[in-house]
Nanobody, 130 residues
Framework: QLQLVESGGGSVHPGGSLRLSCATS????????IGWFRQAPGKEREGVSC????????YYADSVKGRFTISIDKTQGTIYLQMNSLKPEDTAVYYC???????????????????????WGQGTQVTVSS
């Protein structure tokens, strides 16, 4: 059974940076997509970014493009989300998620219901405020 554990959240000032980590265990990630979602208070959970484990293709939501970078350390089975130039509107609980590539990318892009995602982490809080 695949398990996901996020870490790296915290509080920063606008313009600051954080790096989120998603440590995986229990199963291989071959043919999977790994992504990050976030849910701000009072809002629906939205897709932020995702990456294909095998070929490294990535996707970023327009709201984070150019500021966030997703990457994989295959030796550690860990997925990272480097977040730079953080804004108050980035404040949210960030969740790591894994599923087959097509399912995961579809959900992050918003075309597929997130209920089809098989594996979720517990979430990590990111707060951006002055």
């Amino acid at each position: 059974q695949l398990q996901l554990v996020e870490s790296g959240g915290g509080s920063v000032h606008p313009g600051g940076s954080l790096r989120l980590s998603c440590a995986t265990s229990g199963a291989t990630l071959n043919y999977y997509g790994i992504g990050w979602f976030r849910q701000a208070p009072g809002k629906e959970r939205e897709g932020v970014s995702c990456i294909n484990y095998n070929d490294g293709k990535t996707y970023y939501a327009d709201s984070v493009k150019g500021r966030f970078t997703i990457s994989i350390d295959k030796t550690q089975g860990t997925i990272y989300l480097q977040m730079n130039s953080l804004k108050p509107e980035d404040t949210a609980v960030y969740y790591c998620a894994v599923d087959w590539d097509g399912t995961l990318f579809g959900a992050v892009r918003g075309g597929l219901d997130q209920k089809y995602i098989s594996y979720w982490g517990q979430g990590t809080q990111v707060t951006v405020s002055s």
